[in-house]
């Protein structure tokens, strides 16, 4: 049998693909979903990079902010893995 869980890393890299399709910068992103400061989306794009320490990927309310700034659907931001159990 085998479940979907979310690929952090690879969701990650999504967010700035999709920025860079979109030609949206990360304060362009920071200013949209309300965030105080842009290190929260730069945190991101370490996450997508792998960087050492770099762990976690937007919290749920997030995404769906995140996907209305981006204009796409939260499907489009989330990557998927097949994991057998």
């Known amino acids: 049998m085998s479940i979907k869980v979310i690929n952090n890393q690879a969701t990650c890299a999504n967010i700035f693909r999709i920025m860079k399709e979109k030609g949206l910068t990360p304060v ?3 200013k ?3 965030f105080a400061s842009v ?3 730069y945190k991101w794009k370490f996450i ?3 960087k050492p320490n770099c762990k976690g990927m937007p919290s749920t309310d997030t995404l769906f902010l995140l996907a209305n700034v981006l204009g796409v659907s939260v499907y489009d931001i989330v990557v998927f893995n ?4």
């Open 39 to 41: 290190q929260g989306v």
């Open 82 to 85: 097949d994991i057998n159990i």
């Open 32 to 34: 949209g979903i309300g």
């Open 48 to 50: 997508a990079e792998g």
């Open 28 to 30: 362009d992103v920071q």
